[in-house]
């Protein structure tokens, strides 16, 4: 039996689970807090929860269904690291590689204009000395040279956005420090080089096909599933346009999405925030991870995935947490404030989604909404994981 058949034709229920989840969703969905949901639940491999609530498209009347595609964002990451450590497994790259092997002209340099090795470990990492152009002041290197940060720019090439990155200065040595980057984008570069094979067509073969996950890759499989795209605002979500800057006001001020970036053919898989899928498809992903990795990864690959690979460095602004390959781990609930076992898989994505995998509780759970920043990172959040908790044994 599929791991998606084991979940979806063998789904077991939990009657005191879900008038919990409900009733969090339905407060979100009345206060205009969010636009649309899917929420999915897992334990013991099987599913306990599952709703699709709320309107893909507010505009057109569209509801959300269980098939409704999201633009994933980082949810792109996990999916990607899988891939790449694939690729480790079959012999094609090394951790240790330095990322000059595959991509011999990216070269970025200290402020001191020294040039330091950065390896394929670092990537995955984040402790590259990279980061996001949306983390840095509004005149900072990155916005100067005009780096994409993998959800704009359409039609901006690999070559294009990976020599605008080398041009900026490095924020630190590699594997000083820890800061949330395009690596992502980088490796993806890295690993077409490697493979012989284009992003897409490396997932695809060894992530997606053998999951079954026919609904996620770098384009939408059916555009009228797709679902619009909404960012915060005062009254209720605002839908994005062609293109929608996070205004100074809020979290994460000067992030710029371009929603229809997947749609340009010329557009860069970005490795770090190009992909979209289903709920379902990510919760597949999310289960052959926590049942050990077949078919897609040996047992002790994901056991890398779930370790600390970052040593004694800190992640800024998250205490209690640290990171592994692809996601980070809760080390200490309480300093984070979460209700999580330590040990627990996390992360998100920046169009408004949320996810966790509890191991030693058996427990996979995926968020997906079309509203960014509150489905990734907003009440909605906390309260589906106090929901999730509560009373869980």
Do not use: C
């Not at 791991?3 to 969703?25: K, M, Q, T």
């Not at 012999?91 to 000059?100: E, F």
């Amino acid at each position: 039996m599929t791991i998606a058949a084991s979940l979806f034709d063998a789904p077991a229920a939990d009657p005191a689970l879900s008038p919990r989840i409900d009733a969090v969703i339905d407060r979100a969905l009345a206060e205009k807090r969010i636009v649309g949901t899917v929420v999915l639940a897992a334990r013991d491999g099987r599913l306990v929860y599952s709703r699709a609530a709320g309107l893909a498209d507010r505009e057109a009347g569209r509801p959300v269904r269980e098939d409704t595609v999201f633009l994933y964002a980082s949810l792109t990451k996990p999916i990607v690291t899988a891939a790449a450590l694939r690729l480790v497994e079959e012999g094609r790259i090394a951790l240790a590689d330095p990322v000059t092997k595959y991509l011999p002209d990216f070269r970025p340099k200290l402020a001191d204009g020294t040039e330091p090795v950065i390896t394929i470990h670092h990537l995955l990492t984040h402790t590259a000395g990279l980061i996001y152009g949306f983390t840095e002041p509004a005149d900072g290197p990155y916005h100067r040279a005009g780096v994409s940060d993998g959800l704009d720019v359409p039609g901006r090439s690999f070559a294009d956005n990976l020599r605008r990155i080398a041009s900026a200065p490095l924020a630190f040595a590699p594997g000083s420090a820890w800061a949330y980057s395009l690596a992502l984008d980088v490796l993806g570069a890295a690993l077409e080089v490697a493979a012989g094979e284009s992003l897409g067509e490396i997932v695809r073969r060894r992530v997606t096909e053998p999951l079954g996950l026919e609904d996620t890759g770098f384009a939408p499989p059916d555009r009228s599933r797709l679902a619009a795209a909404y960012a915060d605002a005062a009254l209720e979500p605002v839908r994005m346009g062609e293109t929608y800057t996070i205004p100074e006001s809020r979290e994460f001020p000067g992030l710029r999405y371009s929603p229809g970036r997947i749609f340009d053919p010329a557009s860069y898989p970005s490795g770090g925030a190009g992909m979209a899928g289903t709920a379902g498809d990510f919760l597949v992903f999310l289960e052959a991870l926590r049942r050990g990795g077949a078919p897609i990864l040996n047992a002790e690959t994901v056991q890398a995935m779930a370790t600390s690979q970052i040593a004694r460095l800190a992640m800024p602004q998250s205490p209690g947490t640290t990171f592994g390959y692809g996601f980070a781990l809760v080390t200490d609930p309480a300093a984070a404030g979460v209700p999580m076992t330590a040990g627990t898989w996390r992360w998100g994505g920046v169009y408004g989604h949320s996810w966790f995998v509890d191991p030693a509780r058996r427990l996979s759970v995926v968020g997906l909404t079309n509203t960014a920043l509150e489905g990734m990172k907003g009440e909605f959040v906390t309260d589906l994981r106090a929901a999730i908790y509560a009373g869980l044994d």
